[in-house]
């Protein structure tokens, strides 16, 4: 994100001198490597100096990998992530894991090829041959180790950036064209000669065009997250005197092993077995967790109502098996002085992890125990400080790279909600983003009435002549008879007022995209929705107009893949959108009714609904919330079972009794094949003995 500041401008204000004490200990770190690893002993370097998982022959040091990922920071980080990206390693299940073209290999087989392609990397570079890599088909599963080694041993030749997306982005930024498909060695190359033609980076050198382009373009989206240093905040005290922030499920071991949330849920299964299937869920919080980068703002909290402290994180994820509990570390600079009692319960907050809402967070850190507000800090400008809701930006991304996009997943994941949220963003009113549902909709309504936004829903009568234009009846003629006159639809019209303001963003917000026949809808426009063909003029067929679509219009669709997929979509539609999943997020209802954990329930239950019907099918959040926070009575949560996810069942099983019955197991009748009514504390019961029973318990 740029956040308004031009490269030049941001050039000329960067605090060069500053870095000298960085250069310095990154320049020791490059000569450790080569002291360790010299170039001249690669061609006969072993194995055990080179993989993660095993130990090094004693006195040797620690592996070529290690060495790069965690000894040597100021070379930059290639931190976070599984220990796929060093091409094999060893697993603590004992045995090797190889990248793709090594598979089936044996471990010393496969080493040697990998080595011989690091040589023959080495030399190409040394040659000046840079074409060469492209052909080292072993080294493009490991980018981001492959590419700090180039750097490390060439730091004539290569940038210290290594994140090819974050690449991709610097190109872009800086007026090249990304290519897709290259190796990263190449995408490196074609940023360092971007840099070397801009005059404003004129004598730096690659440390500081790295931290210079880290400090003020960061492509990386930050999610915030809240963790719990032990239940009700027993180890807050070892954590904030300590500097880091710690979490449990110790028996997993490194985290850094897993490759994928699905590898980590089978994990947790085998220690903790479930009554329906592994969290999936805390998979994903325990990965975001191990990939916490520098720079990353959390809260720490205790109990559901209660700030210690909000942090920056000030390191990279460890597992440190000398402590006596609490083995994953994520070192953290505390600010205690955003310890706070919330003025009403965060119900998110009850587990260990919970994503925190950037506008909170501006809230917290704009405040000082026991006041309302820090001295010399604007609200206002600690909220624009804080990056826009992940969500939101996954959207704002796809706009800008494809022009238009929808926003596909089962019924009550928020899909209109996000589309409206993305529109508020775009029409500069990302601050109510956070706000309560009554100002957020006062926004909305806002918005709506203004002169950027539209939103339609689209049905099977909807057609071109409402959406482009045609021939209608006109109220205002006299006389005998029906008088039609041509008329603009919703979408010439937005494009119209678009082309009249080419410097705003215009956006159409479609509701139900899916259910209109997208093809008669938008006709001939559909060839004028791709980014290259705006400004594109056509003759419209009714009146024979010259028409075009600006560049500055955007639509953002929602469709419900429970009643049809994007595969049944035209395929000319297909390609001209991008496709965001907006799935169930047990994040927003978690809590508890009575005995009930609410955000467990609800995974399980989905978990079931996938296994036995399909992810499509799935239900979302919005059944388990009232007036945007989860459900907290007995009362309303028997409504929304008996009267919104039965019905919604019933419909997807088709009166398939045993189908009804896999899912809801014991709350079904056996003779009958009907769910079960009962009363709202029965069913309470009911629900947590059926789909929450060996569920681990919060420790918030």
């Not at 100096?49 to 004693?58: E, I, T």
């Not at 392609?117 to 000046?128: N, P």
Request: glycine share 10%.
């Amino acid at each position: 994100m740029t956040n308004g500041v031009d490269v030049r401008t941001a050039a000329a204000e960067f605090d060069r001198a500053g870095l000298a004490d960085v250069e310095s200990a990154a320049e020791d770190e490059r000569k450790q490597v080569l002291s360790q690893f010299p170039l001249k002993e690669w061609a006969e370097l072993p194995l055990e100096r080179y993989a993660l998982g095993q130990g090094a022959p004693p006195g040797s040091g620690p592996t070529y990998c290690r060495l790069m990922e965690f000894g040597t920071p100021h070379l930059g980080s290639i931190k976070g992530g599984s220990a796929a990206k060093h091409i094999m390693y060893y697993h603590n299940s004992g045995e090797w894991r190889l990248a793709a073209p090594l598979r089936g290999m044996d471990p010393q087989d496969a080493w040697t090829e990998l080595r011989g392609q690091f040589v023959r990397a080495f030399e190409a570079v040394g040659a000046g041959d840079f074409e060469a890599l492209d052909d080292l088909e072993v080294l493009r599963c490991g980018p981001t180790l492959v590419t700090k080694s180039l750097a490390t041993y060439f730091p004539q030749h290569f940038l210290p950036v290594y994140a090819t997306e974050h690449m991709r982005t610097f190109v872009t930024l800086l007026g090249g064209e990304a290519q897709a498909g290259v190796p990263a060695a190449r995408t490196n190359r074609q940023l360092r000669e971007l840099v070397r033609n801009r005059e404003e980076f004129e004598g730096w050198a690659g440390q500081e065009v790295m931290r210079f382009l880290y400090k003020y373009f960061n492509p990386r989206q930050r999610t915030i997250w809240k963790v719990a240093p032990g239940e009700r905040g027993r180890l807050w005290d070892e954590c904030r005197d300590g500097g880091f922030i710690c979490v449990g499920w110790d028996e997993l071991g490194d985290l850094g092993q897993y490759q994928s949330d699905t590898e980590l849920q089978q994990a947790l299964d085998a220690h903790w077995p479930r009554s329906s299937g592994g969290s999936l869920t805390l998979a994903r919080r325990l990965l975001a967790f191990r990939d916490l980068e520098a720079g990353d703002r959390i809260v720490a909290n205790r109990g559901m109502d209660e700030v210690l402290a909000t942090g920056r994180v000030d390191g990279s994820y460890r597992y440190d098996p000398d402590r006596a509990e609490f083995h994953h570390v994520v070192p953290v600079v505390w600010d205690p002085s955003h310890a706070q009692k919330l003025s009403k319960p965060q119900h998110g907050w009850r587990s260990t992890f919970a994503k925190v809402d950037p506008s909170l967070f501006a809230r917290l850190a704009a405040r000082d125990a026991g006041s309302d507000s820090a001295p010399g800090v604007d609200p206002a400008q600690a909220a624009a400080s804080i990056a826009l809701p992940e969500d939101v930006q996954a959207v704002l991304d796809a706009l800008a790279r494809k022009g238009q996009v929808i926003l596909h997943g089962p019924p009550g994941t928020g899909k209109t909600r996000l589309a409206l949220g993305a529109a508020l963003a775009l029409d500069g009113r990302a601050d109510v983003l956070g706000a309560d549902a009554g100002q957020r909709v006062e926004a909305q309504a806002e918005m709506l009435h203004g002169d950027r936004v539209r939103m339609v829903t689209f049905h099977p009568s909807y057609g071109y002549e409402d959406f482009v234009e045609g021939f209608k009846p006109d109220l205002s003629a006299t006389g005998p008879g029906l008088t039609l006159a041509l008329a603009d639809g919703l979408f010439h019209d937005l494009c119209g007022r678009a082309a009249a303001q080419p410097d705003q963003t215009f956006l159409l917000v479609v509701d139900e995209i899916n259910r209109g026949d997208l093809p008669r809808i938008f006709g001939e426009l559909i060839t004028l929705l791709e980014l290259d063909k705006r400004n594109l003029p056509v003759a419209l067929p009714v009146s024979k107009r010259r028409f075009s679509v600006p560049p500055n219009v955007r639509i953002v669709g929602t469709m419900n893949t429970a009643d049809r997929s994007i595969s049944h979509l035209d395929a000319a539609v297909r390609r001209r959108f991008a496709f965001l999943p907006v799935g169930p997020d047990p994040d927003a209802v978690s809590g508890t009714v009575g005995p009930l954990d609410l955000a467990a329930f609800f995974e399980s239950l989905n978990s079931r609904i996938a296994r036995h019907l399909d992810a499509d099918h799935q239900i979302g959040h919005a059944y388990l919330l009232r007036d945007g926070e989860p459900i907290a009575t007995e009362e309303d949560l028997a409504a929304a079972f008996h009267h919104e996810i039965i019905p919604l069942l019933e419909d997807y099983c088709l009166g398939r009794a045993e189908l009804l019955h896999s899912i809801l197991g014991r709350l079904v009748d056996a003779d009958t094949g009907r769910p079960l009514h009962m009363p709202p504390q029965d069913l309470t019961d009911a629900l947590a003995t059926e789909f929450t029973s060996g569920v681990p318990g919060p420790d918030a």
